[in-house]
């Protein structure tokens, strides 16, 4: 039996950066969503030179291998965060599993995860009406599978299927009844207010020119924000 671990601690998350009245949406295409730091963790996460190191959080992982083609495993992320004067403590907390499996030219994965935040009913409170109010939960999950089609040398042809569902807004304290987490109306560039949460399916391909080189090609579903679905080209590189 194979099985690796790592521990640490880090610095937390800063709420201080959440913005719960942004004038415009902040994401309107598949691209933004990777790219805009729009996802709660993603929007409060600091850099190292500039991180509010007041409270520490930990984190933990393990992992198993040893079957061989099989690689499957936990983590989980936790602490306090940084916060406005005059609020209450959050508990920042994310965990995932993840699973991977490897034989002949198949590949399968999948990764599920889920993040929490203690005791959002006072930031939302004191909001009351923001176009982008806080979660106390979001989550994500995603399964794919992957098949060699073609392979010579180094050169090899993969194509792929993912499904996939995010959410992040799943739940949330201190919203008045009747109010929507997401604002009704149109956003100021005159279209409907995005979704936090979407179904998205992908299929495409990878073609590898070297272990660490590959061209990547997909298209992308979106079953809720139906305009963000679009035709993504990539270059990836690993070293």
Known sequence: M????????????????????????FYRTSLDLQAADIAPMQATH???????????AQYAALN????????????????????????????????????????????LS???AHGSLSGTAPFNLANLGAS????????????????????????????FIRWEHYDMGASYEGIPPGFTSV??????DGRPWPQPRDRVWSLGANFYLTPHVVLKADYQHFDINSDFSSIDLGLGLSF
């Open 132 to 159: 982008n109010p806080l979660p106390s939960e979001f989550l994500g999950y995603f399964l794919q599978g992957a098949y060699t089609v073609w392979e010579q040398g180094s050169y090899r042809l993969s194509p």
């Open 183 to 188: 604002p009704a109306g149109l956003a100021p």
């Open 46 to 56: 600091q850099e190292l030179e500039f991180a509010d190191a007041q409270h520490l």
């Open 64 to 107: 198993y291998s040893g079957v061989p083609g099989l690689l499957a495993g936990a983590a989980v992320f936790s602490g306090k965060a940084a916060v406005p004067a005059g609020f209450p403590d959050v508990r920042a907390t994310l965990w995932e599993v993840h699973g991977r499996w490897s034989a002949g030219g198949a590949d």
């Open 110 to 112: 999948a990764v599920y």
């Open 2 to 25: 194979r099985l690796t671990w790592d521990t640490g601690v880090t610095t937390g998350i800063n709420l201080k950066q959440w913005n719960f009245t942004p004038g415009a949406p």
